[in-house]
């Protein structure tokens, strides 16, 4: 099926650091547990095997990267390249300074307002039951700058290994992330980590304006404290279909566009909350992807309005 760079990956292959492994089910890494394969899927143990897997995979191979995998699906049909996964190995939290935190683009975002909380810090207090990693909340929210003030500056690795650091308003550019919007996977450059800049609780908000001196990332590396497990249950709101938004309620607009418990093939809106997705035994991918654009002309043409799809789907149908 992608005879075109098996070659190249598996040649590849010898001395890398980390596992790839081949024909990996991407419903295992996926929330619905729906979903082709990934020719390689790669969950690194750091950084540096992030970095050595972009400097080594030949550039003819795509690469597709995932955090939690909850509003991802890889069409039936399998991913071709290197599936690189953020979670469990992109997972550190840095106390850099007083107002300052590293935080690796695996990390889930409920997980990290959980530590800040623990540690006093004031400013994300709104992640606090968002479903996913971190990365892919700001890969996929950055143009919310308002959201997103506390951040300082990005890390991001491109599809050379370059480490390349740049700010929110840079990120579009960094990233290529029209390719994210336009659900083609063509995206360049990824997040690694995130520095923010907090307020202490309780301080002068002026207070945290004051900036720390710029560290290369191979400090921040060598300090870096792991927070795994302790993070681990934080409960999190379900990831929907559609995007909602103060002024568009898609659970309301799907029961009134007739569309609570409508179903294509083993795929459907759920009776209560149409919202969400049900699917049975024998649901594919193909069954999702209709029923999300079904759901959304079917909203269009009766109530003329547009819903935002917040599954992405990747891969060969
Ligand atoms: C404040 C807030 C509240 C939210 N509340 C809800 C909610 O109530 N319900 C809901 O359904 N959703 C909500 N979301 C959206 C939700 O956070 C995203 O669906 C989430 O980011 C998915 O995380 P994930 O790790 O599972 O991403 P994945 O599904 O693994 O990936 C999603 C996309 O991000 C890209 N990506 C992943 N990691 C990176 C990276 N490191 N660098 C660049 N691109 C990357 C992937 O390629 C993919 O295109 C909220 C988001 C925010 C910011």
Not at 142 to 153: A, C, D, E, P, T
Request: glycine residues 10%.
């Amino acid at each position: 099926m992608f005879s075109t760079t098996e070659k190249s990956i598996s040649s590849f292959l010898q001395g890398m650091d980390g596992e790839l492994s081949p024909n990996e089910p991407m419903g295992k890494h996926t929330r619905w547990n729906l979903g082709g394969k990934a020719q390689y899927y790669f969950p690194p143990n750091n950084k540096t095997e992030v970095v050595q897997l972009m400097c080594q995979l030949p550039s003819n191979v795509p690469v597709f990267w995932l955090g939690a995998g909850r509003s991802v699906m890889v069409r039936d049909g399998g991913l071709r390249g290197v599936a690189v996964s953020t979670q469990g190995g992109l997972d550190r939290i840095k106390r850099l300074s007083k107002h300052n935190l590293y935080v690796q683009s695996g990390v889930a975002s409920a997980s990290l307002a959980q530590y800040c909380r623990q540690q006093e810090l004031a400013g994300l207090e709104f992640l606090k039951a968002t479903p996913g990693s971190i990365g892919a909340a700001i890969a996929m929210s950055h143009l919310q700058v308002k959201k997103w003030k506390n951040i300082k500056r990005l890390e991001c690795v491109n599809r050379d290994g370059d480490l390349i650091w740049c700010g929110l308003n840079q990120l579009k550019d960094v990233l290529h992330l029209d390719a994210v919007a336009s659900q083609e996977n063509t995206q360049q450059a990824w997040i690694v980590g995130i520095e923010f800049r907090m307020s202490k609780r309780g301080d002068d908000k002026r207070a945290s304006a004051q900036t720390i001196p710029d560290r290369g990332s191979a400090v921040i590396d060598g300090l870096i404290r792991k927070v795994r497990s302790q993070f681990a249950s934080v409960p999190v709101t379900h990831t929907g279909l559609y995007k909602q938004s103060v002024e568009i309620d898609p659970t309301n607009l799907l029961r009134e566009a007739g569309l609570a418990g409508h179903r294509i093939g083993a795929a459907g809106f759920d009776n209560e909350n149409p919202n969400e997705l049900n699917v049975g035994r024998t649901c594919r991918v193909a069954d999702v992807e209709q029923l999300v654009d079904y759901g959304r002309e079917t909203v269009h043409q009766k109530l003329g309005i547009d819903l935002h799809s917040q599954l992405t789907f990747v891969g060969q149908r």
